[in-house]
T-cell receptor, first 111, second 115 residues
């Protein structure tokens, strides 16, 4: 069984300040973990994925995430937020047969 | 076009009617998935195909739902006797087969409204 908990349903940051979106996972085996982003009226886009090659994963648009097995966490960060980062972000744990999504974090970027 | 496509993009129907959605995966991908996303929630897995074989079905997929992938290419998802609770975004994704968890690429979705 696998599950994902996104600890914040909404996060607001000012443009140019750091972003932290928190995610904890539960999996009975070594997981594959992902972050997807969903902009309004657009499809889900992969930001980054972890598949045990390296614990610090770099993604698109300056995002990165660190896999911490001891904490069962996979938090998403970005050093400096941009207005275009405003969207819904999903932390996801995956197997070959299905993905399990968290409930999402809505990121608001204030000017 | 190299992305996943879905048709129609929007569907409005009356309760009790049947609806069918189509998904065309990325051409070289032999894995295909269906998900359902309700407002304010993350997508929920419905079913998974490898080529034409349906290998996994969620308990969310009641007997009113049926999915097919007859030739291992496009897939259809049919909902019979629609209910208002079926109103949601239906997402299709595809991935190539590999040794590790492969990235799933999502289509734009079909938004269903049942009146």
């Amino acid at each position: 069984a696998q599950s994902v908990t996104q600890l914040d349903s909404h996060v607001s940051v000012s443009e140019g300040t750091p972003v932290l979106l928190r995610c904890n996972y539960s999996s009975s085996y070594s997981p594959s973990l992902f972050w997807y982003v969903q902009h309004p009226n657009k499809g889900l886009q992969l930001l980054l994925k972890y598949t045990s090659a390296a614990t610090l994963v770099k993604g698109i648009n300056g995002f990165e995430a660190e896999f911490k097995k001891s904490e069962t966490s996979f938090h998403l960060t970005k050093p400096s937020a941009h207005m275009s980062d405003a969207a819904e972000y999903f932390c996801v744990v995956g197997s070959a047969r299905q993905l399990t999504f968290g409930s999402g974090t809505q990121l608001t970027v204030l000017p | 076009d190299t992305g996943v496509s879905q048709d129609p993009r929007h569907k409005i129907t009356k309760r009790g009617q049947n609806v069918t959605f189509r998904c065309d995966p990325i051409s070289e991908h032999n894995r295909l998935y269906w998900y359902r996303q309700t407002l304010g929630q993350g997508p929920e897995f419905l079913t998974y195909f490898q080529n034409e074989a349906q290998l996994e079905k969620s308990r969310l997929l009641s007997d009113r739902f049926s999915a097919e992938r007859p030739k291992g290419s496009f897939s259809t998802l049919e909902i019979q006797r629609t209910e208002q609770g079926d109103s949601a975004m239906y997402l299709c994704a595809s991935s190539p087969q590999g040794d590790y968890q492969e990235t799933q690429y999502f289509g734009p979705g079909t938004r269903l409204l049942v009146l």
